[in-house]
């Protein structure tokens, strides 16, 4: 996967690698690691969190923990933004997660890696560098648990609960 | 509740029929009564008591077992906001709401638009009063023309055309040497001089009781010391001058305290507390509930106790509501720019027997004392008992009957009152003025 | 009628009614806030489509233009309203403007008046969410909001601290809004100032009263300087503006008598050689300029927290009447 993102990126040198809250923040930073063993380069990582920007914030009412965005210092202005999250699934995150960059800078270009994706998109976003493509039933959920959250590195289908 | 009038307002001129009031428990403090009796009312005066009366020809017969019959409720501080205020009160709606409420007289305060500062004034509101048809209505003049504190009312004639009483209420009298030249004139034609007291200077600003509740609302406080100051003002003017002062609703415990010394000394004090400041404190202006707001303000529970027992031992020698009636919009504002006083004829007595009596704070002869005997004395007016060719003015009480105060339901123009929705137990069954039932209870 | 989404309830009218886990959530979520302000667009689309009227009944640049900021980078159609000119009674203008800003479905009302209780008043009256920006006397929650993040941000934690507000506790809104929020937060609090200044029963809220400032220099972690109004004078509250300087205004020389570094915190604007001498307000302890920024933050974040789909004013926008 990171191979696949940096080939898709031109190389290292204006890539900068932006995970969204929470649990994209932790695959990003795993794919800084493993570009760094690979290429010797350590790429800027910064994360977004995505709460102000959601399309549904007048009808769930808002949350009361909200996580914050750190930009990398570099900035994002020209660069290549590598947008980084642990599942897509109906786009709408990615969307609102593009807006925010699109709030901080101009960034050169954007591309969308994500660990898993399950299908089921209502926008019509599609993802540059995808680690696994899964099929899943409406009624399930994917988590995806990371090491620095979860202790280990792994993908698990659960049965939504009815009022998700 | 629904209120049902016996007798239009046109039927005073009329005489009553004789009316015999049977079996219920007369009970008159005037004269330390309390025993199951019937009551023969005739021309208007109490004609006989005694068991099995006969009933003369043509005379109503009215059952009141399982009532009290008690001399005829006065309330010598309500305002009637006639002349000036109509949208708040006429004399008309006021005397029927103080028949509602059981009371059979009022002294209506002076704080009119115009003032009542002449004879021509004070003749207007005694024939208004008249007029009502419902419970009498007695004229208070003023002290100072215009209520400025300034120059002296001409008391004379204020009493020729019926006034009972002079008083600036609304405001105090500031100037002690106003207040002197007052008690002693009054002197000479035998009426109180009633103060409302507070100290203009200690007060300014206020408005609500100086306390814990004040800073947390962040609402200006009128210390008890505003009141204190000019109690004993009042009080030392009166020893001096040898005139009698009424000081209106007592609300502070160094209040009460300062009047107990000074009639153990003899001075020519009455005083009088209201239904509300025996019953709340302060804390029922929390949430800037204007409903609350009052002059003097709801003070603490160590005041209520005071006022308590100083209507208990006599020192205050009368409630009064202070019947203070505003239109809705009035008090339907912040806290700061509502106007002081609540509405009480109608809620007093359900209140004093449920609130007091009920809880056991005095018994019901001092209650009735009180609210009838007590207030004619204090301020000189006729009835306060049942003695034989006394006035005919009588109420029945129902002990027993369970009412929730329902400040729509007010025949008062005004509902300005914190106690809507409190459950009371007893209250008026039927009010008797001059011989004539002018209002009863009917479900 | 009542709102379960917001966390906090439907209004805003002071930090009396909130515990502490309210109190720390809105300061929590006004850390991302803090870096919204940072960014070279200043704005999310947190509240678009929502409109806030800004009523303010009292002239007061600051507090407005922190609302209007938090606002404006929230995304929100505001609009302001000035009604200190207003010729009608002033009474008859809250009850009044109530009923209009009903008709008008407007989503949160941002008000400030000179009376005691008004933004309760207001809020007991309209759907909409009311944000108190200082009624009166009572309270200003969202300057004790942000008095709480400046101190949490310098110290640390809140819990254990020791805060002095020095000045005119009995007319000022601030005091009180400090009081409550740093006592639900575990500080220890007291109030400092001529007697004059000091309400009746403040020792009953839970604070300790002192009438001289090197008193409470010994004591404090941090003093609250609040804005002493000049027309404290005409009231006879105190004699002169220069005997107040001598004898409350905190100076770089009375300061060197503290035990410990104190934090300087003032609501402003300050008037400089009165309550609080220039070296202090400039100087390294002075927070000032902190409090100010972190009151934008502070009220995105209680606009945000109490925002929220409305059944009931949306029932009210289709037409229904209750």
Redesign the interface.
């Known amino acids: 996967m990171a191979r696949e993102l940096v080939a898709r990126s031109g190389g290292t040198d204006d890539l900068v690698l932006i995970g969204i809250q929470r649990r994209g923040v932790q695959v990003a930073g795993l794919l800084q690691d493993a570009i760094a063993q690979a290429e010797g380069v350590e790429l800027p990582l910064g994360s977004v ?1 995505i ?3 959601r399309d549904d ?6 949350r ?8 990398p210092p570099s900035g994002i202005e020209g660069r290549t933004v590598a947008l980084v999250d642990d599942v897509l699934f109906s786009g709408r995150t990615v969307r609102a997660a593009l ?2 960059l699109m ?3 101009r960034p050169s270009r954007i591309i969308l890696a994500v660990l898993i994706d399950r299908g089921g998109r209502e926008l019509p976003i599609q993802p540059d560098v995808v680690g696994n493509r899964i099929e899943v039933l409406s009624g399930q959920r994917v988590d995806v648990l990371v090491p620095e959250l979860d202790g280990e590195l792994r993908a698990v289908l659960v049965d939504r609960p009815e009022d998700e | 509740m629904t209120a049902r009038w016996t007798e239009g307002p046109d039927s005073v001129a009329v005489a009553p029929r004789p009316l015999v009031i049977r079996g219920g428990r007369v009970l008159d403090p005037s004269r330390g009564l309390d025993a199951v009796l019937d009551v023969l009312l005739v021309g208007g005066s109490v004609a006989e008591l005694g068991s099995g009366l006969t009933a003369p020809d043509g005379a109503d017969v009215r059952d009141a077992s399982g009532l009290i019959v008690t001399p005829g409720l006065i309330d010598v501080h309500v305002h009637l906001r006639e002349p000036g205020a109509e949208h708040k009160e006429t004399i008309e709606s006021g005397a029927r709401a103080a028949a509602a409420g059981g009371f059979t007289a009022v002294c209506a305060m002076p704080n009119t638009d115009p003032v009542i500062d002449d004879p021509a004034a004070v003749g207007f509101v005694l024939a208004a009063g008249r007029r009502a048809g419902a419970a009498r209505v007695y004229p208070v003049g003023a002290i100072s023309s215009g209520q400025n504190g300034q120059r002296l009312t001409p008391v004379g004639e204020l009493v020729d055309a019926g006034a009972v009483a002079i008083t600036d209420d609304g405001n105090p009298v500031m100037d002690s040497g106003l207040m002197r030249r007052a008690l002693e004139y009054a002197s000479a034609f035998g009426i109180p001089v009633s103060d409302h007291p507070e100290d203009l200077g200690l007060s300014r600003g206020g408005v609500m009781n100086e306390g814990v509740v004040s800073t947390r609302l962040g609402l200006r406080g009128k210390p008890n010391a505003a009141e204190d100051v000019h109690i004993v003002r009042d009080l030392l003017v009166a020893e001096e001058t040898g005139g009698h002062i009424h000081i209106q609703h007592v609300s502070t415990r160094y209040g009460v305290d300062a009047i107990r010394r000074a009639k153990a000394r003899g001075v020519r004090v009455t005083a009088e507390v209201t239904p509300h400041h025996l019953i709340l404190t302060e804390e029922a202006v929390e949430g800037y509930r204007t409903e609350a707001k009052m002059n003097p303000p709801l003070r603490t529970q160590e005041d209520v106790d005071a006022v308590r027992a100083g209507l208990v031992d006599g020192t205050l020698d009368t409630l009064a509501t202070d019947h203070a009636p505003h239109h809705y919009d009035e008090k339907e504002r912040a806290f700061d720019d509502a106007p002081n006083g609540i509405v009480g004829l109608e809620t007093s007595l359900g209140l004093v027997l449920t609130e007091l009596v009920g809880r056991g704070v005095m018994d019901i002869t001092t209650a009735i004392h009180r609210m009838s005997t007590g207030p004619a004395q204090a301020m000189g007016l006729p009835g306060g008992t049942l003695a034989v060719g006394s006035p005919a003015d009588v109420t029945l009480i129902d002990p027993k009957r369970a009412w929730t105060v329902d400040p729509a339901a007010f025949l008062s123009k005004s509902a300005n009152t914190p106690f809507g929705g409190w459950e009371l137990t007893g209250g008026p069954a039927a009010t008797i003025v001059g011989g004539r039932v002018v209002w009863e209870w009917g479900p | 009628m009542t709102r379960e989404r917001s966390s906090l309830g439907k209004d805003l009218v002071g930090l009396e009614p909130l515990d502490g886990d309210q109190i720390r959530s809105i300061l929590d979520t006004a850390e991302p806030f803090k870096e919204i302000s940072e960014r070279t667009i200043k704005k999310v689309p947190v509240l678009r489509g929502k409109t806030i009227v800004n009523l303010f009944f009292e002239a007061s640049t600051r507090t407005r233009v922190s609302f209007e900021f938090a606002e404006k980078r929230l995304s929100a159609d505001t609009v302001n309203i000035s009604a200190t000119a207003s010729s009608v009674s002033k009474g008859e203008t809250l009850v009044d403007t109530a009923r209009n800003l009903e008709a008008m479905r407007i989503d949160m009302v941002v008000i400030r008046h000179w009376a005691s209780g008004a933004a309760r008043f207001l809020a007991e009256r309209i759907p909409s969410t009311v944000i108190n920006a200082g009624d009166g006397a009572h309270e200003h929650p969202t300057q004790g909001l942000l008095d709480l993040l400046t101190l949490r941000d310098h110290f640390g934690k809140i819990e254990g601290l020791k805060v002095c507000i020095v000045g005119d506790i009995v007319h000022s809104r601030v005091a009180r809004s400090n009081i409550f929020g740093l006592l639900k937060l575990g500080a220890q609090v007291a109030v400092c100032g001529p007697p004059t200044l000091l309400p009746r029963g403040i020792e009953r809220l839970g604070v300790e009263r002192f009438v001289r400032l090197e008193e409470a220099i010994q004591w404090a972690d941090a003093l609250n300087v609040l804005r002493l109004q000049l027309e404290r004078m005409e009231g006879g509250f105190v004699p002169s503006l220069r005997e107040y300087n001598r004898v409350y205004g905190v100076s770089t020389r009375r300061l060197e008598a503290a035990p410990r570094e104190l934090l300087i915190l003032h609501p402003g604007p300050m008037n400089r050689g009165v309550e609080i001498d220039s070296d202090v307000a400039d100087g390294d302890h002075s927070v000032v300029l902190r409090q100010v920024t972190n009151g934008v933050a502070v009220r995105m974040a209680v606009l945000y927290l109490l925002s929220g789909g409305d059944p009931a004013s949306a029932e009210a926008a289709k037409g229904g009447q209750e």
Do not use: A, K
């Open positions: 969190d709460t102000f920007y914030l007048g009808t769930v009412g808002p009361p923990v909200v996580g914050i965005s750190h930009l807006n925010e709030d901080w800078g």
